[in-house]
Structure formats: structure tokens, C-alpha cells
């Protein structure tokens, strides 16, 4: 089977393809046929050793995928073989085939497709757990979303609107705020052409009661400076390159909290909890309040131009790669 390896730790254009052996299933392991996997931030991350989990060399990236059950290990009795499932693999998705604890997988909902179950679960679950556990958001509050274009981001603008909040996209170009209100944004704010500390006391000069923010740097400390009382930062990433240095004082003055979100941890640490999310996302998905947009389907061989768009910030919702050449 064919293989998107990293060797080296590195850029994407480190990464090779490789035929290597077809794994076999252990102890409540499934086998995997990959059909399509979905792209996320931290698979720019971890090849280049800057992420949370650094696995051994050599090493697929890939944190998520959809594909079919080949074959199933000792103890599996909730997968057979022929199987549609989805999934979380951390990383290993960029491969034709993929061994996967049976606790990681779940069987695709009815009228979901391949790619859009590759690119469901990591923003999805990401931004419903922020919004509820962590923000637990309420019908009525406003709900300022940093780049609101990208895959996390505009899943939160869906989500906050089916949790009945006010949502304010920010993105930096206008191309990119038509698909955050296209996603039911209710206000829109240019923040390559506006000031963003500016435009927010402008226009909420009561402050926002939670601020989603996969972004980071300069931004983070401009929105929280907008902040209500007893309002929540989430802190969810830091697309933008740079980790903020957070002034304490502004939670003190604001009287509000910072909260962190690892979606990763939340699921090893609360399974069920998380689980009871992925069902109430599917039961969104099925009403239609949730609308996954996959701005661009790379092929296999494409992978190092998948992993450009995210790391130039140009994609505008998720980004595939067809392993299976759909």
C-alpha cells in the first residue's frame, strides 16, 4: 500500500510517498481502507516536530478520515468489515490503509458522503465543544468568531447560530467574510482593512460575551479588549503563527475567564461526554443546520499543495485528500 511518509522532520516538501506493508489488526484494533482524509492545522505542525504529539520517524500524517472497514482485530465487536466509517487517528490518515483503535471510529450517518465525513468530526466536535462545555454559550449572547473562515472557525458560526447566539465573523478579506455570512454570520468585520479593537467598541460597545479564537497573535488581546463582563475567551489555536502574551490584568478588569480548548485531550479524557456531542452534531447535520463546505479535494500525490493552503491561510472552509481517487 502506498504511504505519504514523514521521515525527516520538515516543511511538506520533506514528505515522500512509499509503498510499505499492509498492517495487520491487533487487540481491538480495525484495518481501514482510507477513502478520503481531512486536513487540519496541526497536520502542518507535527511534521515539522512543533505540535503537541511528535510521533517516532517514520510516521503518515493525517488527524482524520473517512473509509471502509477491511478487517477487524481480537475483542472488535462493534465494526465488521464493509463497513462505512469516520474517524480520529491523530495522525496516519495520509496512508491507503490504517490501523485504528475501535474506540477512535464511528459509523458515517446516513447522507454523508465520503469527503464530507473526512472533514466532519476535528471542527465540528472542536467548536461544539467549545460552545458548550467550555463557553456554555447561551440563546441571546453575542459570539465573536476569529478567522471565521477557515474550517474550525466557520464551524462555530454554524454551531453558535444553532445555539440561538448573535455571531460576528472576522476574516481578513471580504471574499472570505461572504463565506462566514453565507454560513449565517450576522455581522462581518474586515480586519486587514479595520482596526479590530476599533471597530469592536464601535460597533458592541457593551463588549462580546465569548470570543472563539483559532488565531491568535495580535488579534487575541484586540478582541479581549472588547470583552462583556463575565465573558469567555476561548483559546483554540494559533493559526496565525504567534502565541499571545496576554495582559493578566484584563481578565481582572473584564472580570472574565480564559478558557482553553483541546478537543484531542477532551476526547481521551471524557469518551462519553464527547461521544454524546458527536450525536447531537449528527442530529444538526441531518436538520440541515450544518452545512460542511470543502473549499478544495486535492488528489493523493497533491498533498504537499493540500498542506500549502492551510498554511498560506488561503482555504476557505476544509481541505481533502481523495486517497481512495473518488
Known sequence: MRAILC?????????????????????????????????????????????????????????????????????????????????????????????VPDNRLIPVPDGMDDHTAAAFSMVYGTSYHALKQRANIQPGETLLVLGASGGVGLAAVEIGKAMGAKVIACASSDEKLEVAREAGADDLINYADEDLKEALKKRYPKGVDVIYDPVGDKFTEAALRNMAWNGRLLVVGFA????????????????????????????QQEPKVNMQNIMELFQLFGQGKLKPRISQVFKFEEYEQALAALTSRTAKGKVVLDVAGQ
Open 7 to 99: 521521515k525527516e522532520l520538515g516543511p511538506a516538501n520533506t514528505l515522500v510517498i512509499e509503498d510499505i506493508a499492509s498492517p495487520a489488526p491487533g487487540k481491538g484494533e480495525v484495518k481501514v481502507r482510507v477513502k478520503a482524509a481531512g486536513l487540519n492545522f496541526p497536520d502542518t505542525l507535527i511534521i515539522e516536530g512543533k505540535y503537541q504529539i511528535k510521533p517516532e520517524l517514520p510516521f503518515s500524517p493525517g488527524g482524520e478520515m473517512a473509509g471502509e472497514v477491511l478487517e477487524v482485530g481480537e475483542g472488535v465487536k462493534n465494526f465488521k468489515p464493509g463497513q462505512r466509517i469516520m474517524g480520529l487517528t491523530g495522525y496516519g490518515a495520509f496512508a491507503e490503509e490504517i490501523l
Open 240 to 267: 496565525a503563527g504567534d502565541i499571545p502574551k496576554i495582559p493578566a490584568n484584563l481578565a481582572l478588569l473584564k472580570g472574565c475567564s480564559i478558557v482553553g480548548v483541546f478537543w484531542g485531550a477532551f476526547t
